[in-house]
T-cell receptor, first 117, second 115 residues
Framework: DAGVIQSPRHEVTEMGQEVTLRCKPI?????LFWYRQTMMRGLELLIY????????DSGMPEDRFSAKMPNASFSTLKIQPSEPRDSAVYFC???????????????FGPGTRLTVL | AQKVTQAQTEISVVEKEDVTLDCVYE???????LFWYKQPPSGELVFLIR??????QNEISGRYSWNFQKSTSSFNFTITASQVVDSAVYFC????????????FGQGTRLTINP
């Protein structure tokens, strides 16, 4: 079975441009997570969805960031306008269904390395 | 607020040595989960283990073992007879009352196993 799929794997853009990162979770998983990894801040949870509904977006840094999950097999993370400080590796992860207090292993994608010049 | 501290930024050992990665956590929640993830050079994170706050039993899985001590708020990870393939960044993480899914990660420990 395919794992979590992210595209693009690398993105280089100029400051002010819109960036869209894409994620396809593992089929049957109903939790989807977006993380950001930087040297300075480490690995941070930005937002997560359950059954396509955003549950917690408290990690989204500012209004320039938005995430959507239009269906169970696709999610996007958009940055508009992008800034150099947004440069990071963005990971998408998914996990099996569970209750609020169930923790099921999160399966991570390979990440998208974003560079904003 | 929850916090995870991995004081060891980098560790380098020679193959076959035992190595322990430290993890200290802070939380006010009485129910919480602790985790370890591995990030190999390929980049994606791989789940290793989960522990809930009511289960202080140590766990062994092959060459890997974990020591959970609530008294010292620690959840340390030991690799016995290390191998070059163990080289990776290892993250300790915590989730609590905001939901088991919401992980707070430590800064990670970069482990290098030299042949």
């Amino acid at each position: 079975d395919a794992g979590v799929i992210q595209s693009p794997r690398h993105e280089v853009t100029e400051m002010g441009q819109e960036v869209t990162l894409r994620c396809k979770p593992i089929s049957g998983h109903d939790y989807l997570f977006w993380y950001r990894q930087t040297m300075m801040r480490g690995l941070e949870l930005l937002i997560y969805f359950n059954n396509n509904v955003p549950i917690d977006d408290s990690g989204m840094p500012e209004d320039r960031f938005s995430a959507k999950m239009p269906n169970a097999s696709f999610s996007t993370l958009k940055i508009q306008p992008s800034e150099p400080r947004d440069s990071a590796v963005y990971f998408c992860a998914s996990s099996f269904p569970g209750d609020f207090w169930d923790y099921n292993e999160q399966f991570f994608g390979p990440g998208t390395r974003l560079t904003v010049l | 607020a929850q916090k995870v501290t991995q004081a060891q930024t980098e560790i380098s050992v020679v193959e076959k040595e035992d190595v322990t990665l430290d993890c200290v956590y802070e939380t006010r929640d009485t129910t919480y989960y602790l985790f370890w993830y591995k990030q190999p050079p390929s980049g994606e994170l791989v789940f290793l283990i989960r522990r809930n706050s009511f289960d202080e039993q140590n766990e062994i899985s092959g060459r890997y073992s974990w020591n959970f001590q609530k008294s010292t708020s620690s959840f340390n990870f030991t690799i016995t007879a290390s191998q070059v393939v163990d080289s990776a960044v290892y993250f300790c993480a915590l989730s609590g009352a905001e939901g088991a899914q919401k992980l707070v990660f430590g800064q990670g420990t970069r482990l290098t196993i030299n042949p």
